[in-house]
Nanobody
């Protein structure tokens, strides 16, 4: 599976972005999906995930209430809508695909995912 992330950019604080991740070479319904982000000098951190089995969604506390992850199986695309963006949301955002049956405790570990997109830069600044 190859993943292509897009949708990043420069946005003012309080603004919104919708990131997209298109999967080629396999149907999105076969996988669990995650979004992670990373800033220079820090470890990649979990942002959100959709469990392949059942479709439950999970969010990091730092984005809960401001973030919505969704999946369009017909387009083999997953999305991450982030609202009320803050400067601390500035990072490179990565999408990832992992086994469909990932258990809850595994969803927020980057080691659980087998495929990664190339990342898309989100910069929140006035």
């Amino acid at each position: 599976v190859q993943l292509q992330a897009s949708g990043g950019g420069l946005v003012q604080p309080g603004g919104s972005l919708r990131l997209s991740c298109v999967a080629s070479g396999g149907t999105s319904s076969r996988y669990s999906w995650g979004w992670f982000r990373q800033v220079p000098g820090k470890e990649r951190e979990f942002v959100a995930a959709i469990r392949g089995s059942g479709g439950s969604r999970y969010y990091a506390e730092s984005v809960k209430g401001r973030c919505t992850m969704s999946r369009d199986s017909a387009k083999d695309t997953v999305y991450l809508q982030i609202d009320s963006l803050r400067p601390e949301d500035t990072a490179v955002y990565y999408c990832a695909a992992g086994p469909r049956g990932l258990i809850l405790s595994s969803l927020w570990s980057q080691n659980s995912y087998d495929y990664w997109g190339q990342g898309t830069q989100v910069t929140v600044s006035s």
